[in-house]
């Protein structure tokens, strides 16, 4: 089963040859929060000074849900192992534009990241989507190079906008058109 944009009804997002993409539930709360704690994701992502929490995120899954984003939970097809999340926060009522989040929280350096994020890009276009931005710490060269081997352009950097360390660090900001690819 295919999920609408914003509908309510988990299954199958889409789906790629080693992956399928799901739709988050209030019960991913804990599995979310052992990836979002995990030291290299908090640094890359996070932040290092963010609390997470399976309260907080149950929280934000409910909050995502009654929002209408896309949020997916990223699964390893034969062994229905859950590695990993991406989703897609509205920047417009039109939803036509939108802020990708993603994360492997396990199995990372064999391409899945590259993988679930061509097959959640492509389904996003096929159902409307114009515009995909994403951002990324300047220092996580990995992000980049996912988001460039899928297809998305530098566009620009918010300079010094991320602090961490005791020190500044640019944001950098990717985007990817619909008639890009």
């Known amino acids: 089963m295919r999920t609408a944009l914003g509908g309510d009804t988990l299954g199958i997002f889409c789906e790629s040859q080693r992956l399928y993409l799901r739709g988050v539930e209030l019960s991913d ?3 979310l929060s052992r990836w979002k704690n995990d030291p290299l994701v908090r640094e890359m992502s996070t932040g290092l000074d963010t609390v997470i929490t399976p309260e ?3 929280r934000d ?3 995502s849900l009654e929002r209408g984003q896309v949020y997916c939970i990223i699964i390893l097809k034969g062994t229905d192992k859950p590695i990993g999340y991406v989703r897609a926060d509205w920047m417009d009522d039109t939803r036509q534009f939108a802020w990708l989040r993603f994360g492997l929280g396990e199995e990372r350096g064999k391409g899945y990241s590259k993988e679930a994020l ?4 492509s389904e996003l276009f096929r159902q409307g989507v114009h515009r995909i931005d994403a951002e990324v710490y300047d220092f996580n060269e990995v992000s980049r190079h996912v988001l460039q081997s899928v297809g998305f352009l530098h566009e620009g950097a918010r300079r010094e906008a991320h602090f961490q360390d005791g020190r500044f660090f640019d944001i950098l900001v990717y985007g990817l058109l619909s008639s890009d690819r």
């Open 56 to 58: 907080n995120e149950e």
């Open 29 to 31: 709360s804990s599995l």
């Open 118 to 121: 061509r097959s959640f890009v």
């Open 61 to 63: 899954i409910r909050s």
